[in-house]
């Protein structure tokens, strides 16, 4: 393969699964000229169509490890990224900033020392008695918060951004079948990727990113790879009550760990839940409804006007995601069972670096 080095466009790359991590990695691909094919045979149902694209980068107060330094190397992308894809779709924005509210006092003291210890990281206290919240405790009546700002931190719509990267690989030529990878064989130092209508493709590189049925298509047990399903249950909530305007609130809000966005006067979206399970369960859907000292009237189940879920994969024994080069020319990328929107051109960075390995 050695050969090809300078002549990518002879590389054939299949991704399989179209989710935000195979468009991600594609598009990150397609800088280099490969010739690359998408395989998904039901985009419009996966977690990233669920997600609701909230990036915490510079708000995670871990800051040491793999995980951070995936953070640290996505925020620096996603302007980059955001500046290609808006030639795309200009209705592509980052929405910011993120207020990261508690009504518990510990928590509320080790986020002051964080933001005390990072002075450059645009993070702002916000103290009980702070002007910033009076229209907050305007519609969380009874509740006292506190907490801080992240001026760096917000969200990217994930629909707008799966509809921007669609756009931008159809005009890169970058093709999405709509089949099921049922199969993976190496033959002679190339892949056979056997679909479910029964069509055989040939490649030089496979990527998994689809998630938990990854496990399908390789021998998890000699890889050593487990994943669980994480299902994640989000509700929509729409009021009537004359005297509460969602607009008043800031657009992006994390409360003891729940995140709102708000979408108009009467609704706003709260999610998400993590169930260990393929099936939403009505406990943890409570859970949306219950992360408040003191529930406000509006915010009941009876004022739920959508709900939804999806279900994302998380390793087992080792840390979210699972990049993992597991044979030549074979590369897994999964295992997103949070944060997949955030890490996506960070981990799509690692695989193009791998990719380069292989050939
Ligand atoms: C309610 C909810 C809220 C969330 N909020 C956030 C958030 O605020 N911020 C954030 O960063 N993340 C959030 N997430 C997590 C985020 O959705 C995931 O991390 C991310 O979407 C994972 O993307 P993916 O591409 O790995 O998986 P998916 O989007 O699930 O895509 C996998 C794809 O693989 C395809 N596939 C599977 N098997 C095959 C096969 N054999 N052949 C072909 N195709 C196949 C599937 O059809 C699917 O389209 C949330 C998730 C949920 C459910």
């Not at 991590?21 to 169509?49: M, R, V, W």
């Not at 406000?296 to 995601?321: A, Q």
Request: with cysteine.
């Amino acid at each position: 393969m050695n050969k090809l080095k300078n002549n990518f466009n002879a590389i054939r790359i299949i991704i399989v699964g179209s989710g935000i991590i195979g468009k991600s990695n594609a598009f990150e691909l397609s800088n280099y000229g490969f010739d690359i094919k998408i395989i998904d045979q039901d985009e419009k149902q996966n977690s990233s169509n669920a997600a609701l694209g909230i990036l915490m980068g510079k708000i995670y107060q871990k800051r040491k490890g793999r995980s951070w330094m995936l953070r640290q190397k996505s925020s620096e992308l996603w302007p980059k990224w955001i500046n290609i894809l808006q030639r795309y779709n200009p209705k592509l924005i980052f929405e910011k900033p993120l207020f990261k509210l508690t009504s518990d006092l510990e928590k509320f003291k080790k986020l002051t020392t964080f933001v005390n210890n990072y002075p450059n990281d645009e993070l702002e206290i916000v103290e009980a008695n702070s002007y910033i919240l009076s229209d907050i405790n305007k519609t969380f009546k009874g509740n006292k918060f506190q907490g801080i700002i992240s001026h760096q931190d917000g969200r990217i719509d994930p629909r707008i951004l799966l509809e921007t990267l669609n756009k931008t690989l159809k005009t890169k030529n970058i093709k999405t079948i709509n089949d099921q990878v049922i199969e993976i064989q190496k033959k002679l130092q190339k892949w056979n990727v056997k679909l479910k209508s029964g069509e055989v493709l040939t490649s030089e590189i496979v990527i998994l990113c689809n998630s938990i049925d990854s496990l399908k298509l390789i021998n998890a047990e000699i890889q050593k790879i487990k994943l669980k399903p994480v299902l994640g249950q989000a509700v929509e909530i729409c009021h009537e009550d004359k005297n509460i305007n969602f607009l008043s609130l800031p657009k992006l809000l994390n409360i003891n760990d729940k995140n709102l966005i708000t979408i108009n006067k009467e609704k706003i979206i709260i999610g998400s839940t993590d169930e260990y399970n393929f099936k939403p369960d009505e406990f943890y859907l409570n859970g949306l409804f219950e992360f408040l000292e003191q529930k406000p009237n509006w915010l009941d189940k009876k004022n739920i006007s959508r709900k939804w879920f999806g279900i994302r994969s998380r390793p087992e024994g080792e840390p979210s995601p699972l990049l993992k080069s597991l044979d030549q020319g074979l590369i897994l990328c999964s295992g997103f069972y949070k944060n997949g929107i955030l890490l996506a051109p960070a981990c799509s960075d690692w695989v193009s670096k791998e990719i380069k390995k292989h050939i």
